[in-house]
């Protein structure tokens, strides 16, 4: 979670999971439009960079401040509610565990989340994260106006429409300007019947196509070299609250059980990694099956207290089959001590040049690592196979994209990168990060 006061005593800048680190020269916490035109405007005439640093949770350097880090945590909360349109506006530095509760109070919700609520809408919005259901899409699916200050240090507005503009900050990456407002859609309040199962991989293949039309989200947890997965299936029902006690007992359970234990397995396999399959095991014979209801924000994050890297591909959801059947006898084989279970996700398919569904139905995989676990020799196989299955990466996870593979992904590259010339020519938001994957 974003910490004020590292920014106060200007300490080093560090992301969640501890493995980008940078030394900003400067740091700002502005509190109004004005004050981030101007911050543009001294970087742009001092030839600096400047990163929106968000809550940090992007595991790759997408979000790293090279110069100059600002962030919106000044600029929160809800701007304005149009009841008519189902719309709100919000402070672009708002924490999407903020968001559920101050919609609630006007009748209304997120459209869906992912399992993390720590980020920014920011943030949240600008690397297309997204949470689980073929027939949902991500969180920059559903603004409708964005609200950002240009590589100039001029305030411009934009109404979602059949245009280029629209495509490009759909997913920016923060390259198009530091973004202020958002509008988004939202629906009526609404609660989630909740319900955990276990089940085998063969089985849960075999009814993966039907199950994911059937239910409004299925999420995968699989367990390496197991022949188990843990499925999470969610479907809106009528708003119900939970009582305050069934919370509690419900936070207490994912602490000791989902995290605590999990924790001393994690640990337990960094000190002897040979020991990683055997956990993994173990972890998929004690999957917590049950069922629980409760208003979507209470429903859709789960707490995350032990960390880890990640890599993240969308790929064709005709595809995930054959992906996993290759994953799973690649962890038969032995070949990876891993213990963390991969998550995999739906979306359908959106529009937006950077966007990793590229307009098809896709399947998110989700590859972890405990933190202090050698990763590396896994992820480059993560990588290496991911090109067989045409996968993009989700931008805020780790990655081995290159400018030469980002031209061969993302067809509508040439017209993003056109626009963001336009709006920063003098390449303010374009940190060396970013200059590798953009510039050829």
Known sequence: MFSIDKWKNGEKWTNWAGNVISYPSEMYLPRSIEEITNIVKHARELG?????????????????PEHIALSLHN??????????KQEVTLWSGTYLY?????????????????????????GAVSTGTHGTGVSLGSLSSAVTRWGFVDGTGTYREHVRGMDDLSEALHVSLGMLGVLVKVTIKVIPLYSLHYVSTRDTLENGLAIFAEDIRQNRHVEWFYFPGS??????????????YQSD?????????????????????????????????????????????GEKTGISYEIYPSPRSVKFQESEYAIPLTQFEECMEEIHATFKSGIFDVHFPLECRTSTGEAGFLSPTQGQESAFVAFHMYKGMQEEP??????????KYKGRPHWGKLNHLTAKYVYE????????????????????????????????
């Open 48 to 64: 600096k960079t400047i990163r929106v640093t968000g809550a940090a949770h992007s595991f790759s350097a997408v979000a790293m």
């Open 75 to 84: 600029m929160r909360g809800l701007i304005a509610v149009n009841e008519e």
């Open 98 to 122: 903020e968001i559920g509760p101050l919609l609630a109070k006007h009748g209304f919700a997120l459209i869906n989340m992912g399992d993390i609520q720590e980020q920014t809408i920011a």
């Open 227 to 240: 022949e188990t997965i843990q499925v999470k299936r969610m479907n809106a029902i009528a708003p119900v």
């Open 245 to 289: 006690w069934s919370k509690r007992i419900e936070t207490l359970k994912l602490q000791i059980i989902e995290n605590g234990a999990f924790f001393a397995m994690s640990e337990l396999c960094k000190w002897k990694p040979s020991l990683s399959g055997a956990m993994s095991k173990l972890a998929a014979a004690n999957v917590v099956e």
């Open 378 to 387: 896994y992820f480059d196989w993560v990588h290496t196979m991911m090109k």
């Open 409 to 440: 992904l993302y067809p509508d590259i040439e017209k993003f990168l056109a626009i963001r010339s336009q709006l920063d020519p003098d390449n303010v938001f374009l940190t060396g990060y970013l200059r590798k994957l953009f510039t050829l």
